[in-house]
C-alpha cells in the first residue's frame, strides 16, 4: 500500500504556476472583464481542472471532493494539488456508500499501476495510515502565509499576492453557484473549459479539440454500418471531446481499433457500445453508457499523455498503458489519418 500511495502523491494535478497561467490567459482572452467576473472565470477553470483528474465520482461527491480539497489548500501555505491529496480527502469523506467506495478503487487503480480492491481500501481507510506530503525544501516565508523559494524575486512576491487572493475566490466559489456569487456573463463562463484546454493543453495540437463536420462524421459511420452513428452516442462521444479538450476522430478511431466501430451486425452491439473504448478492460467487465466511457476514454487520452517525451509519437506514449498490444498505436493512428481524409475539420 505504501508503494501506492508513494505513487499517487508524486503524480500533480495542479500547482501555483498553473493558476499564474491561467490568470495570463484570462487576463489576454477577456481584457474588459471586470474583476469579479475575471475572478469566476479563474475559479470555474480551476473547479474544471480538479473536476477533470476525478470524473469517476458522480457530480454530487465531485463537489464535496473539490470542497475539502481546496478548503485545505486555502488553509495551507502553498497552493500544490496531488494525486495524493484527492485519495486523502475521499477517505476522509468516507460516506459509507459502496459505490463510493467502489469508485474510489477504481479511481486509485487508474491513477497508478497497480490495482486496489475495495476491501483493501476500507482496511485501510480504518485508521492503517494517510499519505503524507514530503516537506517542502530551500523555502523561506514572507508576509501573508505564502511560501516561496529563497531565491523569489519582486515579482514572484507580486504573483505571491495574487495567489494568497485567488485562493479564497476559488474556495468561497467551490462552496456557492456562481450564479449567487457574481454578476458573470454566460458566455465568459461556458468559455471557461475553452480557457483551461487553450492553457493547459496536454495533447499536441492536432489532438486536441476541433470541430468536425457531423454529416460527414456520420457518413463515415453509417459506410461501416457502426451503431455508433446513432444520435445517442455520436453527440456523447463529440460532447466528451469537446470537454476534454480532446480530437473527436481520435476519440471514434480508439472505438475503431478497440471494436470496429461497433457494427450493427455484432451480436451484442447495444452493449459493446456503452463502452466501445473497452476502458477498464473491456466492455463485458465495465458496462456503463456511453456518456461515462466516453468521458473516461476522453480524460484517460489527456492522462497518459502528460510528461511525454518530445521525440516520443503521443500515441505511442498512450499506448504504454492504454493497451496490452504494442501496435494499438499503430492501428489508431492509421484510422485516425483515414477518418481525417473522409470526414476532415471544420
Known sequence: M???LEGLQAKQIMKSEDILTLREYIGRKYPDAAPREAAAILANAVHRV????????????????RKSLLKKVVNSNHFSIHAGDVFRTCLEIRNGNEKYETTLARWVSGQQDAPISREALRHFSRGQGRPVR?????KREVPGGITLPSNVTKQTKKNKTFLAASLIAISLLAFHPLKNMLSVSCGSVASARTTVAAAGAV??????????????LKASLEKRNSILAEELYLSAILQAARDYNVNPLLLFAITGQEQAFVPRTYKNAAKIANNPFNVYHSWTEYNTDISD?????????????????????????????????SKWSVGVSQIFRELQAEVGET
Open 2 to 4: 505504501q508503494k501506492i
Open 50 to 65: 480538479i473536476d477533470s483528474h476525478i470524473q469517476e465520482f458522480d457530480e454530487k461527491d465531485r463537489l464535496q471532493i
Open 134 to 138: 514530503e516537506p517542502l525544501k530551500h
Open 203 to 216: 495533447l499536441p495540437e492536432g489532438l486536441q479539440y476541433s470541430d468536425v463536420d457531423t454529416d460527414k
Open 293 to 325: 466511457s466516453a468521458g473516461i476514454a476522453a480524460n484517460t487520452v489527456v492522462n497518459l499523455s502528460r510528461n511525454r517525451p518530445e521525440d516520443v509519437d503521443p500515441l505511442v506514449w498512450i499506448n504504454r498503458k492504454y493497451a496490452e498490444d
